[in-house]
T-cell receptor, first 115, second 113 residues
Framework: DAGVIQSPRHEVTEMGQEVTLRCKPI?????LFWYRQTMMRGLELLIY????????DSGMPEDRFSAKMPNASFSTLKIQPSEPRDSAVYFCASSLDSPPSYGYTFGSGTRLTVV | GENVEQHPSTLSVQEGDSAVIKCTYSDSASNYFPWYKQELGKRPQLIIDIRSNVGEKKDQRIAVTLNKTAKHFSLHITETQPEDSAVYFC????????????FGKGNQVVVIP
């Protein structure tokens, strides 16, 4: 298995532009998480999907952020319009919510810079 | 909700010495406790985990101990090597959250050659 695949690895965009981050979870995993990581706040959970359904989006900062999971093998996180304070590393993680392991597998992340 | 705290925030050790990182959690119903290692510029990776029905688990130079009564668990790294330098995150399962985890803020471990 190739693990959790995220694209792009790096994104530099101008303030006000739309940004779309993509994630392909591990095949068979039924939970998917989007995290944002900054030096100040550490790892923040943005949204959590279970069986393609958004369960908890209380971590989404504001209406500029939206996430979708149209099928079990693909999810997107969109920021529109982007702002400099959105600059961070965005990680996608997936897991299987049944024994023997609940451990998350993280993707390599997307480093977003908004200028 | 679950609150996970890690101490110390930064730990420096001499190569070959042991390192211990402690985490406390607030939800007594938590039953799964993983540790993740994140090297600079890379993704967090699961290195070891423990469930509430055991008190200790070892994997080569790393071990995790759990004290459910005191609601704390620790990561132990023996014979530290420069490649152990990283940020280590602990996490605890959230009751009623399926397999959701609450993460600590992370500990920076620096192994001095």
């Amino acid at each position: 298995d190739a693990g959790v695949i995220q694209s792009p690895r790096h994104e530099v965009t101008e303030m006000g532009q739309e940004v779309t981050l993509r994630c392909k979870p591990i095949s068979g995993h039924n939970s998917l998480f989007w995290y944002r990581q900054t030096m100040m706040r550490g790892l923040e959970l943005l949204i959590y999907f279970n069986n393609n359904v958004p369960i908890d989006d209380s971590g989404m900062p504001e209406d500029r952020f939206s996430a979708k999971m149209p099928n079990a093998s693909f999810s997107t996180l969109k920021i529109q319009p982007s702002e400099p304070r959105d600059s961070a590393v965005y990680f996608c993680a997936s897991s299987l919510d049944s024994p023997p392991s609940y451990g998350y597998t993280f993707g390599s992340g997307t480093r977003l810079t908004v200028v | 909700g679950e609150n996970v705290e890690q101490h110390p925030s930064t730990l420096s050790v001499q190569e070959g010495d042991s390192a211990v990182i402690k985490c406390t959690y607030s939800d007594s119903a938590s039953n799964y406790f993983p540790w993740y290692k994140q090297e600079l510029g890379k993704r967090p990776q699961l290195i070891i985990d423990i469930r509430s029905n055991v008190g200790e688990k070892k994997d080569q130079r790393i071990a995790v101990t759990l004290n459910k009564t005191a609601k704390h668990f620790s990561l132990h790294i023996t014979e530290t090597q420069p490649e152990d330098s990283a940020v280590y995150f602990c996490a605890a399962s959230i009751q009623g959250g399926n397999n959701r985890l609450a993460f600590g803020k992370g500990n920076q471990v620096v192994v001095i050659p």
